[in-house]
């Protein structure tokens, strides 16, 4: 089992910044490959990012457009997302996901998930 806690989330004005953590506690968690989705009001979940196990491949979904990074620190067993340049459109509930294969971009296959975290930006 792994267990994911996200934090970082909150409220921030159009333009600002946050960083989202992700920590996983549990069994051979540093070998998971992990993601972060989101899930606006009223939308379904969809796929944001995903990072392979050790670091060193990435994957988007298109509409990040370079605005949001994802990273890892496997020493502190945390997935990071880093997220500029916001926007009300990316007001949504953040959660993290971990599987055992790569590159996946959508929610089946994924096998832990966090209990997510709220961001919302204001106008």
């Known amino acids: 089992q792994v267990q994911l806690v996200e934090s970082g989330g909150g409220l921030v004005q159009a333009g600002g910044s946050l960083r989202l953590s992700c920590a996983a506690s549990?069994?051979?968690?540093?070998?998971?490959?992990m993601a972060w989705f989101r899930q606006a009001p009223g939308k379904e979940r969809e796929f944001v990012a995903t990072?392979?196990?050790?670091?060193?491949?990435?994957y988007y979904a298109d509409y990040v457009k370079g605005r949001l990074t994802i990273s890892r620190d496997n020493a502190k067993e945390t997935v990071y997302l880093q997220m500029n340049s916001l926007t009300p459109e990316n007001t949504a509930v953040y959660y993290c996901?971990?599987?055992?294969?790569?590159?996946?971009?959508?929610?089946?296959?994924?096998?832990?998930w966090g209990p997510g975290t709220q961001v919302t930006v204001s106008s």
């Open positions: 996901a971990a599987a055992t294969l790569f590159p996946l971009a959508t929610m089946v296959g994924y096998d832990y």
């Open positions: 549990g069994r051979t968690r540093s070998r998971y490959n």
């Open positions: 990072i392979n196990w050790s670091g060193g491949s990435t």
